[in-house]
């Protein structure tokens, strides 16, 4: 194995995306994705067994064709790196298998990753080696969370996260309450844009006792259900619902939190760097919000490109390729598939 330019490709199946991404030591080659996200949207959801049988039928298909638009062979490998964690306990097992079955006929290691550790890696074929420590924020559909991390290969510690409704939760079920498509983050950003921020929704855990006990976790739920009222307020009441407005307040309230709470972990732990990965941080006004406060507080903003912030075999391949360089153990060829791997556990 080239210690110094291991050639990783890293599979990625925690949800509905089959993604498969090689990485030649920090520098992506490619990152194929065969997303089943159309297959949910009639559901308003995902659907865990139609996920899993559609990562059963693109495996083979997204690698060959990451291999094919590479330009290597299988037999060129250095390393497989799969996410055994978190997700969807059947996606999982479909990607964990097919890593093993590569890395067992290849002849090569396998590294079964932390899927939340690996969105925090990816930013380094982006922007070049992590700062020590980074601070990142990462926000998905399943995941709000503030770590604070010395080295993604080991050392993770989280400072907070959601306690219930996660941003991208909150994204989906808001949008559907507005009768937007599914996923709902892309269109309440859309929408967003042609309206103004009118309404005053709530700011949940940033004030008072709520913010002693819990500075630096998310709560979303209350923020949803107050916009469910307030639309049927205004249906109840005859009146017509400006969904761009509700959009542009959701999402201001939102962001405002997630920024607000990330720039003060920063300042209170002493990192100059932050983070935000996860695919919420594709959201342009988390970015133009996050940049704001960030250059206030002289505090350095990471944001990976809007294609490396939702779920992808590059990031899972990123990570991969800093075990190898790290010199971390391979895992087992029995690793699990651990639909509840904590975040403070980078590897099986």
Same mark, same amino acid.
């Given at each position: ?6 050639? @990783?490709?890293? !599979? #990625?199946?925690? $949800?509905? %995306?089959? +993604? =498969? ?5 920090? /520098?992506?080659? *490619? ?28 495996? @083979?298909?997204? !690698? #060959?064709?990451? $291999?094919? %638009?590479? +330009? =290597? ?5 250095? /390393?497989?790196? *799969? ?266």
């Amino acid at each position: 194995m080239s210690v110094e330019q291991p050639l @990783v490709l890293g !599979i #990625e199946t925690s $949800c509905d %995306e089959t +993604g =498969v991404g090689i990485v030649r030591g920090e /520098a992506l080659l *490619v990152d194929a994705v065969a997303s089943s996200v159309d297959d949910h949207a009639r559901f308003g959801g995902v659907v865990p067994e139609v996920a899993s049988r559609a990562h059963l039928e693109e495996m @083979v298909p997204t !690698i #060959e064709r990451a $291999c094919r %638009e590479a +330009g =290597v062979q299988l037999r060129d490998l250095d /390393a497989i790196s *799969v996410t055994s964690g978190p997700g969807l306990a059947g996606s999982l097992m479909v990607g964990v298998a097919s890593a093993k079955a590569l890395a067992l006929s290849l002849g090569v290691p396998l590294y079964g990753v932390n899927h939340l550790a690996s969105h925090v890696a990816v930013d380094i074929v982006e922007h070049g080696p992590l700062p020590q420590p980074t601070m990142a924020l990462l926000v998905s559909g399943g995941h709000s969370s503030l770590l604070l991390v010395p080295d993604v290969t080991s050392d993770i510690r989280s400072l907070g996260s959601t306690i219930d409704d996660a941003a991208g939760e909150a994204f989906d079920k808001v949008a559907r309450v507005l009768g937007l498509p599914f996923p709902g983050g892309p269109h309440i950003d859309r929408m967003a844009r042609e309206g103004q921020v009118t309404i005053d929704f709530p700011r949940g855990l940033t004030a008072g006792r709520d913010m002693e006990r819990h500075r630096f976790d998310f709560s979303f739920s209350g923020l949803k259900t107050a916009v469910s009222r307030w639309v049927q307020a205004k249906e109840a009441a005859g009146e017509p619902v400006p969904v761009a407005d509700v959009a542009a307040s959701f999402q201001e309230a939102v962001v405002d939190v997630l920024t607000r709470k990330a720039v003060l972990a920063c300042r209170e732990q002493g990192a100059e760097n932050l983070q935000i990965g996860g695919g919420v941080a594709a959201n342009s006004r988390l970015r133009a919000m996050a940049q704001s406060r960030c250059d206030a507080a002289g505090i350095e903003l990471r944001v990976p490109r809007p294609g490396l912030c939702t779920d992808n075999g590059a990031m899972v391949a990123a990570l991969g390729a800093q075990m190898v360089l790290k010199g971390r153990d391979a895992s087992r060829l029995d690793l699990p598939a651990d639909s509840s791997m904590p975040v403070t556990q980078v590897q099986n």
